[in-house]
């Protein structure tokens, strides 16, 4: 690992994965456990192709690099742009990683049309008509559709998967069926799906989505859930486990 210059506001964490480090900003939005589990969801290919639409500071593609044969990375804030660059840098993992500064909204001046195996995101979950929006503009605009929408992300994502193509996604559940009709729409039909739960009791607060480019509807597998936390409270031993290989989230 190169040893890193950080800025005003940057810290530097461990991942407990590959010996890799993340910068990130206090001031702008840090990775959280819906990262973590979207890193772990997908079954890859080593071969694959992978683009992630939003990344952030860099996480997935930091905690998928060895999974996978490469990852492009697009970003619209120059500042997370240029924070997922030097992660990127820091790691010694510019042969595997390419991070672009750069709206999905306006993938087709990005990438040629149907050049990945795999796209994964982690897009803002609310739109802006619903709950608080921070006061943070980087932390708004990962948590509300102020840059982006459902249907934008979902658009981008078909653009650019081949034909049979994974798109991977992390979201509430109470917009699951927008985005399965967002998905259909778009040649694209949801094959796996698994809910997280804070506690076995407790109702699901997010939901893990694959979805393949030209299969046909139906065929749906749903994985039992996905329980963060025990009754004490404590982690439980999936997530215990995903956190020992994956690193650590927020």
Not at 10 to 30: A, K
Not at 127 to 147: D, F, M, N
């Amino acid at each position: 690992m190169r040893t890193p210059s950080l800025k005003e506001h940057e810290r530097l964490d461990d991942l407990m994965r590959s010996g890799r480090h993340i910068i990130q900003n206090t001031q702008e939005f840090c990775f959280s456990l819906d990262a973590v589990l979207l890193a772990h969801f997908p079954a890859f290919s080593p071969r694959a192709r992978v683009l992630e639409l939003g990344t952030g500071t860099g996480v997935i593609p930091l905690l998928i690099a060895d999974a996978v044969r490469s990852v492009d990375a697009v970003e619209l804030s120059p500042v997370m742009a240029d924070i997922a660059a030097r992660n990127v840098w820091m790691n010694e993992l510019e042969e595997k990683i390419r991070v672009r500064q750069g709206d999905y909204r306006a993938i087709r001046s990005l990438y040629a049309a149907e050049s990945f195996d795999w796209v994964l995101a982690n897009p803002p979950y609310r739109p802006v008509c619903q709950g608080e929006i921070s006061r943070l503009q980087g932390i708004a605009r990962a948590r509300h559709e102020i840059t982006a929408t459902l249907a934008d992300v979902v658009a981008a994502a078909r653009y650019a998967l081949r034909y049979g193509g994974h798109f991977a996604l992390v979201h509430l559940p109470e917009r699951l069926g927008e985005i399965l009709v967002a998905l259909h729409a778009h040649q694209m039909e949801a094959k796996r799906l698994r809910f997280v739960q804070p506690k076995a009791a407790k109702a699901p607060n997010m939901v893990l989505i694959e979805a393949v480019v030209g299969a046909a509807p139906g065929g749906l597998r749903v994985a039992p859930p996905l329980i963060v936390h025990a009754a004490d409270g404590s982690y439980t031993e999936e997530i215990l486990d995903i956190y020992g290989r994956e690193g650590q989230a927020e």
